[in-house]
């Protein structure tokens, strides 16, 4: 009874770390590059601040749908990336589940293609003036 208890446990973590999140981060070239801010601090905006501001990069996050991140998780990462730019908020501009790959089974005569797909982000960093 333990061996099966330990062995669904470890099926569970297995699954649970398929799920995954990359991330990339850009600073713009010819803009002021501030200092590293906190994390918990970067808002997640989705339109443009009515406050003036200066957009010093892009992040962008590509995160697996099947199975899919937490949006906490998420959230985290887009936070870190804004703030190693010296973020004080990221704008999201493009919010999608798209394809990101194929997957080809079968033999060559009567090969199908599937689709695979992933969750894609891209937000711009910006520094309040």
Same mark, same amino acid.
């Given at each position: 009874?333990?061996?099966?208890?330990?062995?669904?446990?470890?099926?569970?973590?297995?699954?649970?770390?398929?799920?995954?999140?990359?991330? %990339?981060?850009?600073?713009?070239?010819?803009?002021?590059?501030?200092?590293?801010?906190?994390?918990?601090?970067?808002?997640?905006?989705?339109?443009?601040?009515?406050?003036?501001?200066?957009?010093?990069?892009?992040?962008?996050?590509?995160?697996?749908?099947?199975?899919?991140?937490?949006? %906490?998780?998420?959230?985290?990462?887009?936070?870190?990336?804004?703030?190693?730019?010296?973020?004080?908020?990221?704008?999201?501009?493009?919010?999608?589940?798209?394809?990101?790959?194929?997957?080809?089974?079968?033999?060559?005569?009567?090969?199908?293609?599937?689709?695979?797909?992933?969750?894609?982000?891209?937000?711009?960093?910006?520094?309040?003036?």
């Amino acid at each position: 009874m333990p061996l099966r208890h330990l062995a669904s446990v470890l099926l569970a973590l297995v699954l649970s770390a398929c799920a995954s999140i990359d991330a %990339t981060s850009t600073q713009y070239v010819g803009v002021a590059h501030p200092a590293p801010t906190d994390p918990a601090s970067v808002q997640i905006l989705r339109e443009e601040p009515k406050k003036p501001f200066d957009r010093i990069g892009e992040v962008k996050i590509d995160a697996s749908t099947d199975p899919a991140p937490g949006v %906490t998780e998420v959230e985290d990462k887009l936070r870190t990336e804004a703030a190693k730019l010296g973020a004080d908020a990221i704008v999201i501009v493009y919010d999608r589940i798209q394809p990101v790959g194929a997957y080809v089974s079968g033999p060559y005569w009567a090969a199908t293609v599937q689709d695979i797909e992933g969750h894609r982000l891209i937000g711009i960093a910006i520094k309040y003036r």
